[in-house]
């Protein structure tokens, strides 16, 4: 490539390789790392992380909120366009905020509208139909940011969300600071660990292999509380019913009853209960919830299917979970590109070690998954979520059965490195330095035809 045409510096982080990178692992840390990353939630997390917003901001004026100003990036505004809020019938960003101001309760977290009354749903519908919560972009280039400024007969708050779903950085009444986390000194000293000095493919197979699964704590509940909406999702009609159609479907003969059919089917049934608004919980993975299922899931479903015992469940889901953490930390936590592709890559990688594979496997099918389904879209998170989650499970199938014939999608093809955690770089470009006019264009697109209704 010419000079002219290099838009990346040589010593872009995201190019450079780790050539004798150690593959010695902190056990210590990478559980930290799964306890931080995965986080128990109800409803699409962006919804969750307006709700908790506004909560945090109608807590500080201890009397009814009367109006609430909502100023959130493209990228909150895009996912949390569509999405259901739990237990409520009701989708969008103003209910959510409503929802979120009238429980003002921001110690919830994620669970701010978990047991919201008939009577404070009543009182978020009027809200809304009066116009009294009104939605404004933030042009700034932070793509996880919520800003709720809420009113009051005699005061006025405002709270801050940045940069993660949880993390409540800003909080000020009547115009004086009650709360300010924001800055790089803040920020760096969150966490004692560093996801990409902690991670690699060949030390999350090693971790995962080795660890004493009794410290699989925050996996074995993704496993219980992540199966549940998934039944739930099987059960009754939710959203485009993708899992419960293709039940229909192995029923009648259409499709096989196979593993590939049943893990596409369970993970996709968990998705329709989620973005339909199911009141159940999910365990999220990097702070999202349909990652949380894609990243989980389908390995449960292939361990049952299997008939694998409790410790190797938990060695796969631990696989699949640390894969998307790993991934996801160098693909931003919000993009224009699908998370489910991500997660898909976890899932491949389980399904190598369920089939007997080691390291090497895992590599090959992590090749193989951004070789073939790099670029998926994400146009916000809604009940078509499900189908592309079905979409990338049948994508990690066949890159696991590529991989465990020892075929991988060579280091001459696109982005496709001769090492995979480099690969996994050149993936994480896309999503980062390439989000920023595609996520654009969607966003436009999404408010235009909203425009139009």
Known sequence: MGESCQILAENHPFLQHNEGESTVVNYEKIIEI???NMVLASGCTEPGAIALTAAAAAEQ??????????????????????????????????YAAALGALVAQPEKQLEVIVGITDEQLSIAKEMVAAKKVTLDLNKSPEKLYIEVIAKSANHCAKAIVAKAHTNLCYVEKDGEVVLDKRGPAAEAGAKSYNVQEELSVAKIYEFATTVDVEELKIIQQSVEVNSAIAAEGMLNDYGLMVGKSMEKEIKSGIRAYDAINYSMMIAAAAADARMAGAPFSVVTNSGSGNQGIASSVPSIAIAEYMGKNREELLRAVAISSLMAIYIKTQFGKLSAFCGATVAAAGTAAAITYMMGGGV?????????????????????????????????????????????????????????????????????????????????LMLDIMLEKANRC
């Open 360 to 440: 090497k496997e895992m590599e090959y099918s992590v090749f193989n998954m951004i070789g073939n389904v790099t670029g998926m879209c994400c146009d916000g998170a809604k009940p078509d979520c499900a189908l592309k989650i079905a979409t990338c499970v049948n994508a990690a199938w066949q890159a696991a059965l590529l991989a465990m014939k020892g075929i991988r999608v060579q280091s001459n093809e696109g982005i496709v490195d001769e090492d995979v955690d480099q690969t996994i770089r050149n993936f994480c470009v896309l999503g980062n330095e390439g989000s920023v006019e595609l996520d654009r």
């Open 34 to 36: 799964l306890n931080d």
């Open 61 to 94: 004026l201890g009397e009814t909120v009367e109006t609430l100003q909502v100023i959130a990036s493209g990228n909150i505004i895009k996912n949390a366009y569509s999405a259901g809020i739990p237990g409520t019938g009701l989708t969008g960003i103003e």
